[in-house]
């Protein structure tokens, strides 16, 4: 029997390139407290909520810090951040994600972000990529960061569709560790080696072709 099948996808790193801009963004702040921070380190922030990310930046440099301070930190780096955000376009969608994203409208397979950015939904705009999903989790809706499954299970709720007929792509360790825990199918994107508890793992989506969307819809709708 054919189920109803939903397609997950995790922003930063995934659609659009705004790694490098959460990167910069955390950077200039290390900078400012004198904590050594390298792309390295970035790795341990990708799909982490900007709370966390600042409690593990400030636990690297040892720093304690007062509530109100915590508070102005994490307002400064999400300034700088929407600097960066501001003058995004359409050029900055990560190859062939368009691509996919009209194969699955073509087929009517239902669609979601599921994004621990409270930035999501201005960036899906900027991007004019908005209207390819049927709905948006992001960061303002779920309490628990990746690799808490949450996010993730919000938006198969939100979609009608049970986890194991959903499947996700994430750029995150921590996002491929939701994915697995809420039983559904991950896909990485980027380095194989990084991600390698993921079900498969792509570089980007111009090695993901119709054929193997074909098969992998066949897979995950017959899933029981
Ligand atoms: C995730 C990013 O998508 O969103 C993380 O991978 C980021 O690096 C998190 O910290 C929160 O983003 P924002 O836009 O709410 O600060
Ligand atoms: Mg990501």
Known sequence: ??????????????????AKYHYLAWKKL?????IAFTEKDNERFKGVSRKRCLEILLEMGGIVASEEQFNAWLIEKNKDYLDYINTM??????????????????KNIPTALGSASKNAKPILE???????????????????AKPDPE???KASEKLGTKPEHCVVFEDALAGIEAANTAGMTSIGIGDAEVLSNAKFNFVDFTEIDDNFLESLLDRVSTND
Request: glycine share 6%; proline share 3%.
């Open 1 to 18: 029997m054919k189920h109803k099948t939903g397609f997950i996808f995790d922003l930063d790193g995934v659609i659009v390139d705004t």
């Open 30 to 34: 290390a900078d400012e407290l004198g």
């Open 89 to 106: 376009d359409e050029t900055e969608i990560l190859p062939d994600v368009p691509k996919v994203l009209r194969y699955l409208k073509t």
């Open 126 to 144: 900027k991007v004019n990529l908005l209207s390819y999903f049927d709905t948006v989790v992001d960061g303002n809706e779920v309490s628990k």
């Open 151 to 153: 996010v993730f299970i």
